[in-house]
């Protein structure tokens, strides 16, 4: 029998659910050193969160997160929360002696995030996570694993983009597109995922931002009805009153890594016809790969060395036990997985990782998490001063 890890979380709404059905099925289809069990729920809405925990079997709620630093029984807290409040959550529990595992981006600024990783490293005996759950979708851990084999050879071109299209100006003003809740805009929300997915792939750190590009087309948004307890009320259009939109709709910059290799980055939440499509392609002296989350159950690979007559891209679906990472714990081949699968393989190989474990391909901490913030940062200082900036000045 595993034994147990009591978990809590803070934040109840879209990665509290995504997060709570990890809980629920990671010891489910994974053989653990460690059964995570939902302790309590903390959140603002006490007639919600009622209902959350029933729903999802969570023992206990809470409106009182800083509670959760005095029980004693729980090992792991799990934030769900918006980027402004990470860092102060994230370091109240590792001050109580709580493994941490935390949205991303890791914050809203370099300056929490660099908090963050501070008290990470203080905490001798905490761990900590950051929720970069793409890196656990099968075909993109493939990936990580071919280029780790050295099937690229050298890397010429990192590509990558995320491009979403609801904000449009018919969304009202949410968290997601104020300065003082998010940080940033479809930057940190969608850059994040691909500048991790990028260093993850490659094991290649970014050394500078050569140039970057940041617009606010809609400046202004409908004011959000707010719920009786001053949450967003589910569905909202907006009132007729309106608000600033101070973050960026979307970020655009080209990079250099360590290796030699020169990289573009697109974030944006206007890309009018894409409505999740996160991807990358990487070029390399031996080949080829790319990955798009839309058919996220499909790798595509190029071999350099491969007759030229019968020569193009494979379709590797993702999905064969022995052969593709997660694979062997889930359906049989080409039975297809879902978003909630890489945070149910995110919830399993934390578990491994708390139980002495190793995890089946690596999670990112705190201060993984950091270098992705600093290259972040860069872009927006790039953009701001319109010049290039190396990752070396920012700290
Ligand atoms: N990994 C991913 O793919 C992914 C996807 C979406 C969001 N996120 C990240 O997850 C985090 C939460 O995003 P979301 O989409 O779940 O947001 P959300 O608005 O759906 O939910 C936020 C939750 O936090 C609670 N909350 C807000 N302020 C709080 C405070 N001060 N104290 C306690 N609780 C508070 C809210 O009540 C709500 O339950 C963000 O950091 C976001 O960037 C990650």
Wanted: aromatic content about 10%.
């Amino acid at each position: 029998m595993p034994k147990e890890c009591p978990v809590a979380l803070i934040g109840q709404k879209f990665m509290g659910r995504a997060h709570s059905n990890a809980y629920l099925k990671a010891a489910r289809f994974f053989d653990l050193p460690l059964e995570p069990v939902m302790h309590t729920v903390a959140g603002r809405d006490a007639a919600e969160l009622q209902a959350f925990a029933r729903r999802w079997g969570w023992a206990n709620w809470t409106t009182r997160w800083p509670d959760i630093a005095a029980l004693d029984a729980v090992r792991l807290v799990d934030i769900g929360t918006p980027n402004h409040v990470h860092a102060e959550h994230a370091i109240a529990m590792l001050e109580a002696g709580k493994h941490v595992a935390c949205e991303k981006p890791l914050a809203g600024t370099l300056a929490d995030a660099r908090s963050m990783r501070d008290a990470a490293a203080k905490a001798k005996k905490c761990r900590t996570f950051v929720w970069y759950n793409y890196r656990r979708c099968p075909a993109v851990a493939l990936a990580h694993q071919l280029v780790r084999q050295g099937r690229l050879g050298r890397i010429y071109h990192v590509r990558a983009r995320y491009l979403q299209d609801w904000g449009g100006p018919g969304t009202p003003l949410l968290w997601r597109f104020q300065k003082k809740y998010a940080g940033s805009g479809a930057h940190g929300d969608l850059n994040a995922h691909i500048v991790d997915m990028a260093r993850f792939i490659t094991g290649e750190e970014i050394t500078e931002v050569c140039g970057a590009v940041a617009e606010t087309f809609i400046q202004e948004r409908a004011l959000p009805d707010v719920g009786p307890t001053g949450q967003i009320a589910a569905g909202t259009k907006g009132s007729r009153r309106k608000g600033k939109s101070d973050v960026d709709d979307c970020v655009l910059f080209l990079t250099r890594f360590k290796g030699g290799a020169v990289g573009s980055f697109e974030a944006t939440r206007l890309a009018t016809g894409n409505q999740n499509a996160n991807s990358i392609e990487v070029n390399g002296e031996q080949g080829s790969l790319k990955f798009n989350f839309e058919d996220m159950n499909l790798l595509w690979h190029y071999d350099v060395g491969t007759d030229r007559a019968v020569q193009g891209w494979t379709r590797i679906m993702c999905t064969s036990a022995g052969n593709h990472p997660y694979a062997g714990n889930w359906w049989p081949d080409a039975h297809v997985l879902g978003y909630e699968h890489g945070f149910v393989n995110m919830a399993a190989d934390m578990m491994r990782a708390l139980g002495g474990e190793k995890p089946v391909v690596p999670l990112p901490d705190f201060a993984d998490a950091f270098e992705t913030q600093r290259v972040l940062e860069a872009a927006l200082i790039s953009a701001r001063q319109r010049c290039a900036v190396k990752l070396s000045q920012v700290r």
